[in-house]
T-cell receptor
């Protein structure tokens, strides 16, 4: 079992729709969770992080965490063509919350069609 | 401008050669990281360093070596023992004071073995 698994892509949504990206993790003791966006040929950039169960909203992005189910998701509302990228889920190893050592999923490629 | 620089952007290596990838940061971050990314894959941790003159192996350290003689520099050497080194290499850094600070990534070095 992989430590961090993401829903297989690619994912294609029309402009203006909601894109839903999912991630599960195997270490029940993990405390902090991150979503990075990576454009083709570029380095990742952090877009959201979440520690607590529930939802966390930032503009058009909402991260959802359910530690009992070991599940974290990212919703992108009103998707734009500029959101087309690979989204990487990352989980901090162990019980640290500081983001000191991350395990990444393989990523989900999102395409938003005009 | 503060940030992370990696050089070169592209690197070609003949089989049997050692090559060194440069990573420099002027963000005054204590922690630095090296990741490897293969096509369609997430990031895998090679080595990381939380403080000068100290570093730890990540998940795929075999065939790689690092040094951390200065706070701002964390070079990675890809040795001839690394059998499949063609990949995109990403360096990251992170502050360690405080409760949480994200990992910032450099622009990456794309290494190709001829």
């Amino acid at each position: 079992q992989k430590e961090v698994e993401q829903n297989s892509g690619p994912l294609s949504v029309p402009e203006g729709a909601i894109a839903s990206l999912n991630c599960t993790y195997s270490d029940r003791g993990s405390q902090s969770f991150f979503w990075y966006r990576q454009y083709s040929g570029k380095s990742p950039e952090l877009i959201m992080f979440i520690y607590s169960n529930g939802d966390k909203e930032d503009g058009r992005f909402t991260a959802q965490l359910n530690k009992a189910s070991q599940y974290v998701s990212l919703l992108i509302r009103d998707s734009q063509p500029s959101d087309s990228a690979t989204y990487l889920c990352a989980v901090n190893k162990g019980r640290e919350t500081s983001g000191s050592r991350l395990t990444f999923g393989e990523g989900t490629q999102l395409t938003v069609n005009p | 401008d503060g940030g992370i620089t990696q050089s070169p952007k592209y690197l070609f290596r003949k089989e049997g050669q050692n090559v060194t990838l440069s990573c420099e940061q002027n963000l005054n971050h204590d922690a630095m990281y090296w990741y490897r990314q293969d096509p369609g894959q997430g990031l895998r941790l090679i080595y990381y360093s939380q403080i000068v003159n100290d570093f730890q192996k990540g998940d795929i350290a075999e065939g790689y070596s690092v040094s951390r003689e200065k706070k701002e520099s964390f070079p990675l050497t890809v040795t001839s023992a690394q059998k499949n080194p063609t990949a995109f290499y990403l360096c990251a850094s992170r502050a360690t004071s405080g409760s949480f600070y994200e990992q910032f990534f450099g622009p990456g070095t794309r290494l190709t073995v001829l």
